[in-house]
């Protein structure tokens, strides 16, 4: 079983920058495929950015792309969302999930959960 905590959530103004953090621990961090979603009030949770258990390969939603950054440090087994020209519309609780089969934008194909971090932007 993996357990996974976000944090680094806040409250920011639009065009501020927030980083995300996910810690990892119980099993091999390296092995899995992470991927990070959000979920807005009244809303479905949306995929938001995914990685390959190496770093190598990355994927986003198409409204977060030139702007949020996908990394993982397996070294610290951490996985990371730099989150740039913050926009109202990006606020919502945000998640990491991990799996050890696919790199995937759904969320049923994921595995674990962490609890999730809010993110508000608002002036």
């Known amino acids: 079983q993996v357990q996974l905590a976000e944090s680094g959530g806040g409250l920011v103004q639009p065009g501020g920058s927030l980083r995300l953090s996910c810690a990892a621990s119980?099993?091999?961090?390296?092995?899995?495929?992470m991927g990070w979603f959000r979920q807005a009030p009244g809303k479905e949770r949306e995929f938001v950015a995914a990685?390959?258990?190496?770093?190598?390969?990355?994927y986003y939603l198409d409204s977060v792309k030139g702007r949020f950054t996908i990394s993982r440090d397996n070294t610290k087994n951490t996985l990371y969302l730099q989150m740039n020209s913050l926009k109202p519309e990006d606020t919502a609780v945000y998640y990491c999930?991990?799996?050890?089969?696919?790199?995937?934008?759904?969320?049923?194909?994921?595995?674990?959960w962490g609890q999730g971090t809010q993110v508000t932007v608002s002036s």
């Open positions: 999930a991990g799996n050890y089969r696919i790199l995937t934008t759904t969320a049923h194909d994921y595995d674990f």
């Open positions: 119980g099993r091999t961090f390296s092995n899995y495929y």
């Open positions: 990685i390959n258990q190496y770093g190598t390969y990355t």
